[in-house]
């Protein structure tokens, strides 16, 4: 079955300090990648999608993801963590462009520390 | 900048009762869907929409769910007789297009307490 893997619910990081949160998917054909946040009491936001176009993706708030094919991954990454950028990420995958239904990972929270 | 919105924000409910969740999508989507996160678990699909119907549903999408546009803006999720573990947060979320590259826009959600 195809799923997503996101390492680490929690992780935890000084203000300024590099953000890196991981994922990772097992799919037989490369899958469409995507990062969202959720904000509290908020809904979730796409921050960046792969669609099989450039390998490194560039999305809102600085952060920004590389898909790799050899090591089934999209890890999230910003270079320099700010406080507001304490929240829930998520990892999804949709398997081909016939669905657009979203598989999830489990999320991960970040937590920025002054 | 336009949102999809969800009310209620928060319903209690008696095992056994009907409940329908609101969702407002934005206004040129065409395609509609319904996730729902149990308490420390993932973020799951149970149906997508499009055209009056459904287009794509879950395991976990069974008789005991359905889901309408009853007019040009809402879409709803009832669950016809609510059972414990259906206690979630349930998102809607919207899209242009329905393929695996558009992106969906969710709302706040609907937490769902089943007593």
Redesign the interface.
């Known amino acids: 079955a195809q799923s997503v893997t996101q390492l680490g619910s929690h992780v935890s990081v000084s203000e300024g300090a590099l953000v890196l949160l991981r994922c990772n998917y097992s799919s037989s054909v490369p899958?469409?990648l995507f990062w969202?946040v959720q904000y509290p009491?908020?809904?979730?936001?796409?921050l960046l999608?792969y669609?099989s176009a450039a390998t490194l993706v560039k999305g809102i708030n600085g952060f920004e993801a590389e898909f790799k094919k050899s090591e089934t991954s999209f890890h999230l990454t910003k270079p320099s963590a700010h406080m507001s950028d304490a929240a829930e990420y998520?990892c999804?995958v949709?398997?081909?462009?016939?669905?657009?239904?979203?598989?999830?990972?489990?999320?991960t929270t970040l937590q920025v520390k002054p | 900048e336009p949102?999809?919105t969800q009310t209620p924000s928060h319903q209690v409910t008696q095992m056994g009762q009907e409940v329908i969740l609101r969702c407002v999508p934005i206004s040129n989507h065409l395609?509609f869907?319904w996730?729902r996160q149990i308490l420390g678990?993932?973020?799951?699909?149970l149906v997508?929409f499009y055209n009056n119907e459904i287009s794509?549903k879950?395991e976990i999408f069974d008789d005991q769910f359905s889901v309408e546009r009853p007019d040009g803006s809402n879409f709803t999720l009832k669950i016809r007789s609510t059972k414990l573990e259906d206690s979630a947060m349930y998102?809607c979320?919207s899209?242009v297009?329905?393929?695996?590259?558009?992106?969906?826009?969710?709302?706040?959600?609907t937490r769902l307490t089943v007593l």
């Open positions: 899958p469409y969202y009491n908020q809904g979730l936001q796409l999608k669609t998520f999804a949709t398997l081909t462009s016939n669905t657009g239904k979203l598989i999830f990972g489990q999320g | 949102e999809v395609y869907y996730y678990q993932k973020v799951e699909f997508s794509e879950s998102f979320a899209s297009g329905g393929t695996g590259t558009d992106t969906q826009y969710f709302g706040p959600g």
